[in-house]
Nanobody, 122 residues
Framework: QVQPVESGGGSVQAGGSMRLSCVVSGWPYGSNCLAWFRQTPGKGRERVAA???????YYADIAKSRFTIARDGGENTVALRMNRLEPEDTAMYFCAAGLKASRGGYCIGNFWGHGTQVTVSA
């Protein structure tokens, strides 16, 4: 059973930084990427960033130039460093393990964590 577990959420003021971490038990079990997604009430889950087992990365437009995804120790870990946070970044952030999409270069999440809340105040 692949189970991601997130940590590191909380509250921060606009312009600040935050680091999220994720440890995945049962990794890799058929997965080739670890990714971060986020979701707000009334809005669907959206891609943030992904890290693939070959070392390549994917960033959604919302994350480019502000967020960095990287290993956080072992192969079953991933961290998301978020800089210059904005109130619009307020969301529940989810870590997922999955497989690279055949088109688009992103990670399709198959195994999901329970999420960690990030709140950015103006």
């Amino acid at each position: 059973q692949v189970q991601p577990v997130e940590s590191g959420g909380g509250s921060v003021q606009a312009g600040g930084s935050m680091r999220l971490s994720c440890v995945v038990s049962g990794w890799p079990y058929g997965s080739n990427c670890l990714a971060w997604f986020r979701q707000t009430p009334g809005k669907g889950r959206e891609r943030v960033a992904a890290l693939f087992t070959d070392g390549t990365t994917y960033y959604a437009d919302i994350a480019k130039s502000r967020f960095t995804i990287a290993r956080d120790g072992g192969e079953n870990t991933v961290a998301l460093r978020m800089n210059r946070l904005e109130p619009e970044d307020t969301a529940m952030y989810f870590c997922a393990a999955g497989l690279k999409a055949s088109r688009g270069g992103y990670c399709i999440g198959n195994f999901w964590g329970h999420g960690t809340q990030v709140t950015v105040s103006a």
